[in-house]
């Protein structure tokens, strides 16, 4: 999944500070503060700093030319020998100084550099964890809203979007101003008049920086858009290969991946002719500056020649010092139009982090819910009614019991309800109306940790991680030893099965097990189900087709897993469902029929009739 994808081209700009998401940065950033305030007075030094270096180069030029002409005026051997040697002194300090403020710099830069770093990396960690652990504790309803690559770009991109801020934003909005304001008043303290000359300057640079800050945002969210959807389909193409080839779609598919590069290379164009226009714009502005400074400069020297030094007298070296400080101008304008346009998007990219930080878990623990360490394994829906989306009910007023130990075959069609009714044993969601009880217990009282300890949950599709099948097996008992895991196989009868792959259980089952067919996955996931030592044990069967042997061994494996646990197993094999204990019909969200296989089949109703269909089928 693209880290851009979340960029919706039809998203405009944000144009107003998001006032509520920077409140709550500036919050989260009060554990720092100290660091940044740090870090905000060594970049003020630095800055300080680099306001004096045009003093040094006006007292430099100035000191040269004042030593040449001392030289040139000097009378006789002597004299003139006293005079050089002066000079070379003078120079001496010069250049002392400026390698010294150099240095100082260079060494006050590192400190600023590697200390922000450091904090803005330690602040990022923080929220990193926060986001992600806030992730696991949401409840699924959260996971049906969203979609994983809206998750994924909020805790990726929006995430780096913030970093930049939180990093550097203070220190560059402080120092940016005082070098503005001390570069003004350096100006306006050595030479009024010229200052007057280029102030008025100072608003168009200003207007033109803002409109390309605009028009350069614009276009490189255009361009972080036209990538997140190339770059998705990239994803899409890859994962769909073989459909893609089944269906002889090759050339399409390359038309709209031709397309959609072409239109990332004209967005990506267009960014690099707003910059160039910028480029274009300031330079001739900077370029106006410098004539100004040069031409007033001249005259001002001329006119005032006659005045003694420090009472007004404009020197060479003023002029070199205005010109300085003229480029000084441009730098915190442009500096100050980018972070304000950063802060813009990186606020909105806060406010989307936030959105998800703020949202609610939605099943916790009631107060005083017990943590029972087992379970009888005793299950009671008491009149439940359940609805995904309010207003429509998927289970209607569903009541039954099941004893600890009983295997219940969960039957009926696509649709029915029978995943709802595994789901709500596992409370993964709550029932709008009446009770799921374990033991006698409302299921709300119990810790849901301790819930899923002692609950063993098989889906049909078998997720794996990546990893070895030995840490696939262990994942719900991490402390579980490898005799321990190997056992397990044995008891369950999955170790043949696994001993006869590559490295036995050593082998890498690959990204969601794509490594391994459908059966040894399902062997993996019964192990690991049974090594976690689940009181109730809820399987949701494959459909999918494993050839004779392979069944034979998931039928033996499953028929060991649910010995001695109370199992629900939604099935879809007619093996299963005729070795249940008992037999729970869903229809329509309504538990239609219950009873034992055989019963159910004498009595020669819907269950009969699926029955049939189910024989028909195999
Ligand atoms: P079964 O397992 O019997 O095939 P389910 O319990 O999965 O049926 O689904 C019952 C009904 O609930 C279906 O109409 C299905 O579309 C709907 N449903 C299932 N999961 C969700 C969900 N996460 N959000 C909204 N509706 C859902």
Not at 102 to 120: C, N, S
Not at 499 to 508: C, D, I, N, Y
Request: aromatic share 10%; glycine share 8%; with cysteine.
């Amino acid at each position: 999944m693209s880290r851009f994808s979340h960029v919706d081209p039809d998203t405009p700009t944000p144009t107003r500070l998001n006032r509520g998401a920077l409140r709550r940065i500036l919050g989260w950033l009060r554990p720092y503060r100290w660091v940044i305030l740090i870090n905000v007075c060594l970049s003020l030094i630095l800055t300080g700093a680099e306001l004096m270096v045009p003093l040094l180069l006006q007292w430099a030029i100035d000191g040269v030319i004042r030593a040449i002409r001392s030289i040139t005026a000097a009378v006789g051997e002597v004299e003139r020998a006293a005079v050089f040697a002066g000079a070379w002194h003078d120079l001496g300090l010069l250049i002392g100084g400026f390698v010294g403020l150099f240095f100082l710099m260079g060494v006050v830069r590192y400190f600023e550099i590697y200390r922000t770093m450091v904090y803005a990396q330690r602040f990022m960690y923080g929220m990193r964890r926060r986001f992600f652990s806030h992730l696991h504790c949401l409840s699924l309803r959260f996971y049906d809203k969203w979609k994983s690559g809206q998750l994924i770009a909020r805790g990726t991109a929006d995430m780096d979007a913030l970093q930049e801020t939180i990093a550097w934003a203070p220190s560059h909005i402080l120092s940016s101003a005082f070098m503005l304001v001390g570069a003004c008043a350096a100006m306006f303290w050595k030479d009024p008049v010229l200052f007057g000359a280029v102030f008025p300057i100072l608003p168009v640079l200003y207007l033109l920086t803002r409109r390309f800050r605009i028009k350069a945002s614009d276009a490189w969210r255009q361009v972080r858009a036209q990538t997140g959807r190339l770059t998705a389909n990239v994803a899409e193409s890859i994962a769909g290969a073989r459909v893609i080839q089944a269906f002889a779609r090759e050339q399409r598919n390359y038309e709209v991946f031709g397309n959609l590069t072409d239109r990332l290379y004209d967005t990506r164009i267009e960014t690099e002719r707003v910059h160039g226009r910028y480029m274009i714009g300031t330079r001739s502005i900077w370029m106006c500056a410098q004539v100004i400074v040069i031409i007033f400069g001249a005259w001002r020297i001329t006119v005032t020649s006659s005045l003694p030094e420090g009472e007004g007298r404009v020197t060479a070296g003023t002029v070199a010092a205005f010109l300085v400080y003229v480029a000084m101008f441009f730098r915190p304008i442009d500096m100050l139009t980018h972070i304000y346009s950063q802060l813009l998007h990186s606020l909105a990219a806060a406010d989307r982090v936030i959105e998800v930080l703020d949202t609610e878990p939605e099943i916790v623990d009631r107060p005083g819910a017990v943590s029972p360490t087992d379970f009888e394994g005793d299950v009671t829906f008491d009149h439940v009614t359940f609805s995904y989306i309010e207003g429509t009910p998927v289970l209607h007023d569903v009541s039954f019991r099941v004893r600890p130990g009983e295997v219940i075959a969960l039957v009926g069609p696509t649709g029915a309800g029978k995943t709802t009714v595994c789901r709500l044993i596992a409370r993964f969601y709550e029932a709008q109306q009446g009770y799921v009880c374990i033991d006698d217990r409302d299921i709300r009282d119990i810790a849901q940790s301790s819930l899923h300890k002692r609950m063993g949950i098989v889906l049909q599709e078998n997720f794996l991680f990546a990893g070895t099948v030995m840490d696939n097996i262990r994942y719900g008992r991490p402390d579980a030893t490898d005799e321990e895991v190997i056992q397990c196989a044995r008891q369950i009868g999955s170790h043949a099965a696994i001993e006869a792959l590559p490295q036995g259980f050593e082998t890498e089952v690959g990204e969601r097990g794509g490594l391994l067919s459908a059966g040894q996955r399902q062997l993996i996931c019964f192990t690991r189900a049974m090594l976690a030592g689940p009181r109730i044990l809820i399987l949701d069967e494959a459909t999918s087709s494993v050839d004779t042997q392979t069944e034979l061994k998931v039928q033996e494996a499953l028929r060991r897993l649910t010995q001695r646990r109370t199992c629900f197993i939604v099935a879809h094999r007619l093996s299963t469902v005729r070795s249940a204990d008992r037999v729970l019909v869903i229809e329509d969200g309504r538990l239609t029929e219950e009873g034992a296989h055989q019963d159910l089949l004498a009595a020669g109703g819907r269950y009969a009739m699926m029955y049939e269909e189910f024989i028909r089928s195999e």
